[in-house]
């Protein structure tokens, strides 16, 4: 028996401080889709006012509108939804990019990425809506920098509530991710896919999608935070259905 019962186990305190903080960390992701959930509909609502249902798809696009990179007969099909003005977009991306980048390097996986614009009015700019669109221009021509490209902007995402990157600062991210051709400045700079932006988004509220990032592997929805925002999380997901 101890002979201070008053005094503070190190070990219990240690436990306690970990668990606290895997508490907030979850809260702090379901509060950041929670607002998404929200700005979504009300965002889209506004936006796609008078936009085009029909709107021909870019080039290098799937039937449902996603830019896919890599081996299309590979094992696994990685499904990516997500916004690139979305807090937790970042945080995914930070956490599993490089598995991303990987799995098709290797020809593990194939990765299927659909670039909504669900949060127009987190910016006042309509920020979400052109980098939408720079993604389909990107993709547009080749997708071999596609992810490279992609990890820069997410780590150039604006905070919400502000005016957004300026489309000469997406020009930069594009041609220092190796898309120097001259048509993809003025793709970005005329919005040129815009319409095809907003229709898809909406495509994508219709199917069911209710917040940003939504994961799928193999058709299957992700729905483990560890996998979608712990370090290298979906790593074992692709190895998995890989049967690896």
Known sequence: MSKNPGRKNPLAAAERAD???KILIQVAVAAVLVGLVAAIGIGLAVRNSGSGENSPAPAATTDNGAIRIGNPDAKVTVRVIADM???ACQMFEAANGEVLKKAVEDGTASVEYNIAAFLDRASTTE???????????VAEAGTE???????AMFAEQPPEGG?????????DIATSAGYTDPAV???????KHDAFVQSNSTELLKSGIEGTPTI?????????????????GLAPVIAEAAGQ
């Open 163 to 171: 005016n957004g990157l300026p489309d000469s600062k997406l020009v």
């Open 127 to 137: 920020y979400s809506s052109r980098a939408a669109n720079a993604s389909f221009c």
């Open 85 to 87: 003005q979305c807090p």
């Open 145 to 151: 920098n596609y992810q490279t490209w992609l990890q």
């Open 19 to 21: 668990r606290n903080r």
């Open 216 to 232: 799928y592997v193999n058709g299957e929805q992700v729905e483990s935070q560890q996998a979608v925002f712990g370090k290298d």
């Open 185 to 191: 400045a003025d793709c970005i700079t005329e919005r």
